[in-house]
């Protein structure tokens, strides 16, 4: 049998997968992804879309689609009481309320369900990378030799198996990975911190919740367990738990029927059980994210507890680390050592959220919604150059996730801050926009020296492109933001960027033509 090759093998077409997909099409990587299901889940699950990935999206072409299917904004919020008509119900809004300051972000994040959001993913990553996208397609095994990785796959409609060569793995499929167990890759912390029954059904529940519109209901006591909105009209998932004192038939609809209009308030709604999930709440961490030439992103590497809404996002934010340091390496300007960082800088961040989730679960009458966190996130690894005063903590410390009285700034390692411009391109709207493919080397005004440090990068084939924050026609919505958020008071100072919109670098120009390439090297963890 003939051996196919790839650069990438994604196994797993959940969002995680098809983002890490549409990101490697953008950075001209060859990639493979199979799926075992035929199609995209049917079931909502995944909701929340997070500030941070609705950036990504927005740099795959995706941001407009997405916000048209998902809700209102005004109805992001958390309500709470005995049912869905207590009189005496409270709902609160997003923990980052608009308060008239500065905008951290060009792209607010909304509530989407899984099943819209997953076919608006597909559609994307197949319109880049076609039939390599192959859904009904199974990892039946896989050998790692060091070099590489040999897999066979199975087309299980016909049975027909293939073998497939390809220089990375990356397992993108799900808590129970066929590819963490594969390659030896162990799970840390507790499991069964909940078990819960997922009903999805219809009811026209619209009017009943008009003046009180939430992505999610929790039931307070003695209600039982919570509603969560698809559309806020129709299409609904009610979360049932399970326990010692609770149980239920997930094939006896018209027992579940009654459970939703118990918990509902309305003994006589009209309810239509389309499926049934279940599910248990775990809080777990692989050992490691890289195992050799496999690779792990998503549920496969973390199990991340709902309450917050952080699981899928964060898994969103792994594919956008790992797929620019892929396509480095595979292209021959990075060692692959910087596939090292992906862990160093990823795992510590999924600790957090990991903490953070469970606290949540433990005080779920507490927690509101916390859109922009994943803005907040600071990498520590030697993919980052820090400041030479920089004091804010040991290199393995990321610093906390806190996205109360976030105060955007340029330090290495942070996300590069949003600042509105206006006056160019339709495109380009905020010194996000300014980003990427490769690595960028952004600069506040056009200036000559600058363009020949970036030449000088160019000259041993890394590429680097100059972006320049005000133009002749370009320039801030508010004057004087960006000054503001650089906070050095030097009037040259450039910004090193990543792909992933991470600043790897902060400094003023150098000396002579040698120091900057050296700088791209050490963060390429190239000689």
């Known amino acids: ?31 493979v992804l199979i799926e075992a299901r035929p199609a995209t889940s049917r079931h909502p699950k995944a909701r929340g879309v997070s500030a941070r990935s609705m950036e990504i999206f927005r740099r795959i072409g995706l941001e407009g689609t997405v916000r048209a299917a998902g809700l209102p904004p ?43 959001l997953e076919p608006l993913l597909l559609r994307r990553a197949e319109e880049l990378a076609g039939s390599r996208v192959r859904f009904g397609t199974r990892l039946v095994s896989f050998t790692d030799d060091g070099l590489g990785v040999r897999a066979v796959v199975e087309e299980r409609a016909t049975g027909r198996r293939d073998h497939l060569r390809a220089d990375w793995l990356v397992g993108c499929d799900g808590a129970a ?34 003046d009180r519109a939430s992505a999610s209901y929790f039931l307070t006591v003695p209600g039982r367990g919570g509603f969560m909105a698809v559309d806020n009209d129709r299409h609904w998932i009610y979360q049932y738990p399970l326990g010692a004192d609770a149980a239920a038939d997930p094939t006896d609809h018209r027992l579940l029927a009654g459970l939703v209009r118990t918990a509902a308030g309305i003994p006589d709604l009209d309810v239509t059980v389309r499926d049934t999930m279940t599910w248990r709440m775990d ?20 199990a ?5 809404g952080h699981g899928m996002n964060t898994g969103i934010g792994d594919a956008d680390n790992l797929a620019w340091k892929l396509a480095a390496v595979i292209a021959g300007h990075a060692d692959e050592a910087l596939l090292n960082t ?41 993919a980052v ?27 290495p390692g942070e996300r590069v801050p949003h600042v509105r411009l206006t006056g160019g391109p339709a495109e380009v709207t905020s010194t996000l926009d300014l980003v990427g493919p490769g690595l960028t080397l ?13 030449e000088a990068v160019r000259r041993e084939g890394i590429p680097l492109t100059l972006r320049t924050l005000r133009t002749a026609t370009r320039r801030e919505a508010e004057p004087g933001r960006w000054a503001s958020v650089l906070g050095t008071g030097h009037a040259d100072t450039a910004l090193l960027v990543r792909p992933d919109g991470h600043i790897a670098w902060r400094g003023t120009r150098p000396a002579d033509l040698s120091t900057l390439p050296a700088l791209v090297r050490r963060v390429l963890a190239t000689p």
Do not use: K
């Open 74 to 116: 005004e109805q992001v919020r958390l309500y709470r009481g005995r049912d869905l008509v207590d009189p005496d119900h409270v709902r609160t809004a997003p923990a980052q309320e608009p308060d008239g300051g500065p905008e951290h972000t060009p792209s607010p994040g909304l509530i989407c369900s899984q099943d819209v």
């Open 1 to 31: 049998m003939t051996e196919a090759h790839t650069s990438v093998l994604v196994v797993g077409g959940g969002p995680v997968g098809l983002a890490l997909s549409c990101l490697l099409s953008g950075h001209g990587v060859d990639h």
């Open 442 to 454: 952004l600069v506040a005004d056009s200036d000559p020296e600058w363009r020949r440090q970036a």
């Open 385 to 411: 150059i820090p400041d030479p005063a920089d004091d804010s903590g040991p290199a393995d410390d990321p610093g906390p996730l806190n996205a109360s009285g976030y105060r955007p700034g340029c330090r």
């Open 283 to 302: 809080a777990r961490l692989a050992d490691a994210y890289r195992r050799s030439r496999v690779l792990l992103a998503g549920d496969a590497a973390h």
């Open 304 to 308: 991340i507890p709902p309450t917050g």
């Open 342 to 382: 992906y862990g160093d800088e990823r795992r510590p961040l999924a600790r957090q959220i990991i903490d953070i989730s469970t606290a949540n679960a433990a005080n779920r009458a507490g927690y509101r919604i916390d859109d922009e966190l994943l803005l907040t996130a600071a990498y520590r690894s030697a």
């Open 177 to 210: 990975s066929t590819v963490r167990t594969g390659a030896g890759i162990a799970m840390e912390g507790p499991t069964g911190l909940g078990r819960y029954l997922s009903v999805r059904f219809e009811a026209p529940l619209g009017r009943v919740v008009a």
